[in-house]
């Protein structure tokens, strides 16, 4: 955990909540190294429409390993930023991945659940959220706090996957079959693999307004050049394999399916006919 700076508002005290029953993804350096390289990949489809420069101060809920943050304070220097992540190796690693911004004052760092965030009602102007209400047993209890802990008028931009949205053709059938087992296991481990088809209800429901859903999709296709086309196909891929040890641990998928899997998005980046999508969502709603 980081101090804080008087430029952020004061925590007040809160219980851990974990997120499900398990994180499918793991907490490995690997998969650590995986989440910043995504989030990188991803600034074109994610932060186009983000928009904080009016904002002093920005909550990001289920902050990970401070990959978001690190992009986020980059493009908003006057804007204060404050993580807040229930697991202590992610906030260990958005330390280190943030130093100079913590240094700095620009971010703050605390462990605390998305169910009671540590904060007082209308705390923050904004708050930010990505790929985190898929990993929640009760994202409609998330939003309910992040709209809680926002002034009047402050923003909420909340990105989402929608699992079943995975498209390819021609069909891969390795890679659909895994695909399968990986979106069961998370429902099992209490996650909501196509929660961001939800999102506009659940802001709706929480009491926000102004609520705007936009669909996010990266598309693989013949747009892309050979090299961005095999990027692409292996930044699925890696999506895909960060779940093999969870699905390998528990039974559901064997090593000879994960290899075909990626034998699969192997023919995808090469193939310049192939077709793949894996559809996104993002909400923008005013509290």
């Given at each position: 955990?980081?101090?804080?700076?008087?430029?952020?508002?004061?925590?007040?005290?809160?219980?851990?909540?974990?997120?499900?029953?398990?994180?499918?993804?793991?907490?490995?350096?690997?998969?650590?190294?995986?989440?910043?390289?995504?989030?990188?990949?991803?600034?074109?489809?994610?932060?186009?429409?983000?928009?904080?420069?009016?904002?002093?101060?920005?909550?990001?809920?289920?902050?990970?390993?401070?990959?978001?943050?690190?992009?986020?304070?980059?493009?908003?220097?006057?804007?204060?930023?404050?993580?807040?992540?229930?697991?202590?190796?992610?906030?260990?690693?958005?330390?280190?991945?943030?130093?100079?911004?913590?240094?700095?004052?620009?971010?703050?760092?605390?462990?605390?659940?998305?169910?009671?965030?540590?904060?007082?009602?209308?705390?923050?102007?904004?708050?930010?959220?990505?790929?985190?209400?898929?990993?929640?047993?009760?994202?409609?209890?998330?939003?309910?706090?992040?709209?809680?802990?926002?002034?009047?008028?402050?923003?909420?931009?909340?990105?989402?996957?929608?699992?079943?949205?995975?498209?390819?053709?021609?069909?891969?059938?390795?890679?659909?079959?895994?695909?399968?087992?990986?979106?069961?296991?998370?429902?099992?481990?209490?996650?909501?693999?196509?929660?961001?088809?939800?999102?506009?209800?659940?802001?709706?429901?929480?009491?926000?307004?102004?609520?705007?859903?936009?669909?996010?999709?990266?598309?693989?296709?013949?747009?892309?050049?050979?090299?961005?086309?095999?990027?692409?196909?292996?930044?699925?891929?890696?999506?895909?394999?960060?779940?093999?040890?969870?699905?390998?641990?528990?039974?559901?998928?064997?090593?000879e399916l994960v290899d075909r899997m990626r034998k699969d998005f192997d023919l995808i980046g090469r193939d310049p006919d192939s077709i793949m999508v894996y559809r996104g969502y993002q909400l923008r709603a005013v509290r």
């Amino acid at each position: 955990m980081c101090a804080k700076h008087s430029g952020h508002p004061n925590p007040e005290g809160s219980s851990i909540t974990t997120i499900t029953k398990s994180y499918i993804h793991t907490f490995t350096q690997r998969e650590h190294e995986r989440l910043i390289h995504q989030a990188d990949y991803l600034v074109p489809w994610i932060h186009g429409g983000i928009d904080f420069s009016d904002c002093k101060s920005v909550l990001e809920i289920g902050c990970g390993v401070g990959a978001q943050l690190k992009i986020l304070a980059k493009r908003f220097p006057d804007t204060y930023f404050t993580g807040v992540d229930f697991a202590p190796e992610q906030i260990a690693a958005a330390t280190i991945l943030l130093a100079a911004e913590i240094a700095a004052g620009q971010v703050t760092l605390i462990e605390g659940s998305a169910y009671e965030i540590p904060f007082s009602d209308r705390t923050f102007d904004g708050v930010f959220i990505c790929w985190v209400l898929e990993h929640l047993e009760n994202p409609a209890a998330a939003i309910r706090e992040a709209a809680r802990v926002m002034k009047p008028g402050g923003i909420l931009f909340d990105t989402e996957v929608f699992n079943s949205g995975v498209y390819c053709d021609p069909p891969r059938a390795a890679l659909l079959e895994y695909w399968g087992a990986f979106n069961t296991l998370q429902r099992e481990f209490g996650g909501h693999p196509d929660i961001g088809m939800r999102l506009a209800n659940l802001a709706v429901e929480s009491g926000l307004k102004d609520v705007e859903l936009t669909e996010i999709t990266p598309h693989l296709n013949k747009q892309l050049t050979q090299a961005e086309r095999a990027e692409m196909a292996s930044y699925f891929c890696a999506i895909f394999l960060s779940g093999s040890g969870s699905l390998l641990k528990k039974g559901r998928v064997s090593k000879e399916l994960v290899d075909r899997m990626r034998k699969d998005f192997d023919l995808i980046g090469r193939d310049p006919d192939s077709i793949m999508v894996y559809r996104g969502y993002q909400l923008r709603a005013v509290r």
